[in-house]
Structures are given as C-alpha cells and as structure tokens.
C-alpha cells in the first residue's frame, strides 16, 4: 500500500482489467446476435409472441394487406379473418375456446 501511494499510484493499467471484461461481453453477444438468435428475434422473441400480436410475415398480416391493395374484397376479408382469427389470434392461445 506503501508503494502505491509514493509510486504515483496504479496509473492507467487499472482500466485494463473492466476493459477487457466489456469487450469479452459485447464479443460474446455480437457472436450470439450473428449465429444463434438470427432469425429468431433473440431472448425476447418469446415475450413479443406470447402477447399474440401479428407480426409483419403473418397470416392476419397478410390478409390485410391484399385487403388493403385491394386484392380482395369486403367481404371475404371478413370471412378469411374469421378463419385465422380462430387459428392464428387471440383464440390460439394454449387450447382456449
């Protein structure tokens, strides 16, 4: 303790050991965003899906975007979605009727 405090104390080679813990962690995340969570949203994949909310390459989705260029009319849009409402939304989650 001595030695410290008449050295100067420790300089700049206290950063070294936090800086190269933070770099040890993003390479680790930047590893896992490249190879395991690609394509599947990562670890907060499963809290977005669990609130059923339609994502962009869903069927609901889809089905309203025909609707709205016009693809498909009034009335089959609301028969469709009454088909995929059952199967893809609200109704599909965990066996409920």
Do not use: C, Q
Not at 46 to 72: N, Q
């Amino acid at each position: 303790m001595n030695t410290l405090a008449h050295s100067g104390g420790p300089g700049p080679w206290v950063l070294l050991l936090p800086l190269l813990w933070a770099a040890i962690v993003i390479g680790i995340v930047t590893l896992l965003r490249r190879t395991v969570w690609r394509g599947r949203g990562g670890p907060w994949a499963a809290a977005r899906t669990a609130g059923a909310v339609p994502g962009d390459s869903s069927p609901i989705a889809l089905l309203g975007r025909r609707f709205a260029a016009g693809e498909i009319d009034e009335d089959e849009y609301w028969r469709r979605l009454s088909v995929l409402d059952e199967r893809f939304g609200r109704a599909a989650g965990g066996g409920k009727t």
